[in-house]
T-cell receptor
Framework: DTAVSQTPKYLVTQMGNDKSIKCEQN?????MYWYKQDSKKFLKIMFS???????INETVPNRFSPKSPDKAHLNLHINSLELGDSAVYFC????????????????FGSGTRLTVV | AQKVTQAQTEISVVEKEDVTLDCVYE???????LFWYKQPPSGELVFLIR??????QNEISGRYSWNFQKSTSSFNFTITASQVVDSAVYFC????????????FGTGTRLQVFP
């Protein structure tokens, strides 16, 4: 049973296109995230949602629009793709930080490698 | 400022050597979590450990051990008797307070273990 699943695993697309990446978690976690890993392996948070509500938006261009239809899903839609958007995008989930208890905390999906050509 | 510094960009060792990966963090909060993740060449992020800011006990898990020292704001990771399968990028991360649901990652240390 995959805890955090994201699709697709690979995405190659042309500049200017619009694309979506889907993410689902079956852990019952309250919070979901999108992280971006650039070509130098640097990982940075983009968004977090708690129970479908946007909590964190880390100065991401508004071409990126997250959508959370329910607590278990957080999709990422990207408009007008640019070459600089090429990266690996990781979805993650966690219980609230104050309630992590014995839970390991954050669970990451396997990543989506986006290549814009 | 909330920040994680992994000063070692890349480390190369020969199998069976011990290796320590350094991590220094900054946060204003007194309650926070620290993490280590492993990213093997296959790309996924593998959870290794989570440490609560109130728990300064060192931890050992097999060949892995962690040394948490609040006095120096460090959370170092040691692999004993390294193996080729340990080759990966290792990330230290900070969840800067119990009220902040995000991870701040260091820039990672690439470990290469040669046979």
């Amino acid at each position: 049973d995959t805890a955090v699943s994201q699709t697709p695993k690979y995405l190659v697309t042309q500049m200017g296109n619009d694309k979506s990446i889907k993410c689902e978690q079956n852990l019952g976690h309250d919070t979901m995230y999108w992280y971006k890993q650039d070509s130098k392996k640097f990982l940075k948070i983009m968004f977090s949602y708690n129970n479908k509500e946007l909590i964190i938006n880390e100065t991401v261009p508004n071409r990126f629009s997250p959508k959370s239809p329910d607590k278990a899903h957080l999709n990422l839609h990207i408009n007008s793709l640019e070459l600089g958007d090429s990266a690996v995008y990781f979805c993650a989930s966690s219980p609230a930080a104050s309630r992590m208890g014995r839970d390991k905390g954050y669970t990451f999906g396997s990543g989506t490698r986006l290549t814009v050509v | 400022a909330q920040k994680v510094t992994q000063a070692q960009t890349e480390i190369s060792v020969v199998e069976k050597e011990d290796v320590t990966l350094d991590c220094v963090y900054e946060t204003r909060d007194t309650t926070y979590y620290l993490f280590w993740y492993k990213q093997p060449p296959s790309g996924e992020l593998v959870f290794l450990i989570r440490r609560n800011s109130f728990d300064e006990q060192n931890e050992i898990s097999g060949r892995y051990s962690w040394n948490f020292q609040k006095s120096t704001s460090s959370f170092n990771f040691t692999i004993t008797a390294s193996q080729v399968v340990d080759s990966a990028v290792y990330f230290c991360a900070l969840s800067p307070s119990y009220n902040t649901d995000k991870l701040i990652f260091g820039t990672g240390t690439r470990l290469q273990v040669f046979p």
